[in-house]
């Protein structure tokens, strides 16, 4: 029993603890150096010291007195006795003969309460209660040394009422803390959503992040693409390159060996003559005329055979005739080869992949049958009894697709009948669904391509040119640069050649049109097909 009294009388009022460097202030209480050094800084700037005990005030910092008596007693004391537990929590200020939890803080007072002490504490409305804290000093105005008791919404601080009336807070719009801390809820809210917002944000970061990882094996995809294309295009061109010049030596060797066997000839014909005249001029040189005379064969010295004697050379001192310059025509050709496989490659370059076509049924004439994959239009001969709209051709064997092309590049292949007549093509939407001006290429609103009695020409605003060369395949392609304005034609053979290049500049959607065009005696079997 006794060494529990010694022990309370060994605890710092403050920590509740066995002394430590125990010091006294001029009251005669003891506390621990560093605790009651932190009360007298949190004291400091008030112009007034207190002791946390009896509260007996100095006017200035008192100075604090080591108590070696009280200390070497705390040692021994803690040498014979084994370590208490140290009491945790915040405990009340005034129960100084053993510690009691506080239950409530006075801000005014900088003291905790335990609920004796709270019963006798002054109620009036200055002593601001809270709940029991450790850092009482940290509620009041640093300046003022007043409750901190409004908020300012501009500098969004803490003040006190002094701040607010004459500090630097004079004139600012403020509120009460209780108030202010309702905007705890808003503050809820604006995290809620500003996390909903992240989410949706790290959301699309993934999603643009796949997205440029997919942009990136497109073009590696493309880029490898595009390197074969243009290898296979070099290999043709050399390929090309080998055959012209090959042509042009072999040409070049067959006119040079009868060339070079007549200059021989001539050489020879020039050495006979040169000899000749060199006699002529010995006997016209002499003197002596009866030896002139007896010249032997001086009469066949200008045989008039020899003087025409063109015809009697079997021609072999002609001149060549016009047949003697290279014959370009097979060059022509091979160089045109090599502008058809560029034009075909470039057609497979440009372009993403085949364009998805849909014939429109309801712009069908009642003489076309639409298959049910709606690829295939077929000239029936017989009605198929459709509603008649203002959106359906009437007249001509027509049918638009249902898709529009407003911008980009496409293509797609279409398919008929070998011994069949056609006309495919793109128009407008505003083309006339009956009449002379609904058929494709006889109007400015659309642009065709067409076969008739296994003639091929191109038509747009009733112009028509002719293709000279015959189409062998019963294949087409079609291909629209829209933004570059070109609309072009190709025959699927191998290489793809190039037939035809519209260009314009379009203005509203364009739209894939078919046409069948019906024999004069017979009908029904005339089909064409969109094969890609």
């Not at 007195?65 to 021994?76: C, G, I, Q, S, T």
């Not at 030896?291 to 032997?296: A, F, H, I």
């Not at 070998?418 to 006339?432: A, F, L, T």
């Amino acid at each position: 029993m006794a060494s529990a009294d010694l022990r309370d009388e060994l605890l710092c009022s403050i920590c509740l603890s066995t002394f430590k460097d125990p010091v006294m202030l001029r009251c005669g209480h003891n506390f621990c150096r560093v605790c009651i050094g932190r009360v007298l800084d949190t004291q400091d700037g008030s112009g007034v010291y207190s002791c946390p005990v009896c509260r007996e005030e100095f006017q200035q910092r008192p100075a604090l007195m080591r108590n070696l008596y009280l200390h070497n007693v705390a040692e021994r004391f803690l040498i014979t006795q084994p370590e208490q537990e140290e009491i945790t929590g915040i405990c009340c200020t005034y129960c100084v003969d053993s510690p009691v939890p506080a239950v409530r803080s006075c801000l005014l007072c900088e003291a905790s309460m335990c609920d004796k002490h709270l019963r006798s504490h002054s109620k009036s409305p200055e002593h601001v209660l809270s709940d029991p804290s450790t850092s009482l000093e940290k509620r009041k105005c640093s300046v003022h040394k007043k409750i901190l008791e409004y908020y300012c919404t501009e500098d969004a601080a803490c003040t006190c009422v002094s701040c607010s009336l004459a500090g630097e807070h004079r004139g600012h719009q403020v509120e009460l803390l209780d108030e202010a801390s309702k905007k705890k809820n808003k503050l809820r809210n604006v995290l809620q959503k500003l996390t909903t917002k992240r989410k949706e944000t790290e959301e699309k970061v993934r999603s643009l992040e796949e997205r440029r990882r997919k942009a990136q094996e497109k073009a590696a995809g493309e880029a490898e693409r595009v390197t074969a294309l243009c290898t296979d295009i070099r290999r043709r061109v050399d390929d090309l390159e080998k055959k012209v010049l090959s042509e042009i030596s072999r040409q070049e060797k067959e006119e040079s060996l009868p060339l070079s066997a007549l200059i021989h000839q001539l050489e020879i014909k020039k050495d006979e003559l040169s000899r000749k005249m060199r006699h002529i001029e010995e006997l016209c040189n002499m003197t002596d005329p009866l030896t002139v005379l007896q010249e032997p064969d001086t009469g066949d010295l200008c045989d008039p055979e020899e003087e025409g004697g063109d015809e009697d050379t079997g021609g072999h001192d002609k001149q060549p005739h016009d047949g003697d310059d290279l014959d370009v025509a097979v060059i022509s050709h091979t160089l045109h080869t090599l502008c058809d496989v560029i034009s075909g490659i470039r057609s497979g370059i440009y372009v993403e992949g085949p364009a998805d076509i849909l014939l429109d049924v309801t712009t069908a004439d009642n003489y076309l049958l639409i298959s049910d994959d709606l690829k295939t239009a077929t000239e029936t001969g017989e009605e198929q009894k459709r509603p008649e709209t203002a959106e359906r051709f009437q007249g001509y064997n027509q049918v638009m697709s249902r898709r529009g092309f407003t911008s980009g590049r496409h293509y797609w292949d279409v398919e008929s009948r070998k011994s069949g007549d056609w006309r495919v093509g793109m128009c407008y939407p505003s083309i006339d669904r009956r009449g002379d001006q609904s058929l494709i290429g006889y109007n400015n609103k659309s642009w065709s391509l067409e076969r008739s009695n296994n003639q091929y020409s191109v038509r747009h605003d009733r112009e028509v040119i002719r293709l000279p060369d015959k189409i062998c395949s019963d294949r087409v392609r079609i291909c629209l640069d829209y933004e570059v304005g070109q609309l072009s034609f190709y025959e699927l053979c191998d290489p793809i050649r190039h037939l035809h290049t519209f260009t314009a500049t379009f203005s509203k959607p364009l739209h894939a049109v078919l046409c069948v065009i019906p024999p004069l005696f017979c009908c029904g079997d005339d089909w064409i097909r969109i094969c890609s």
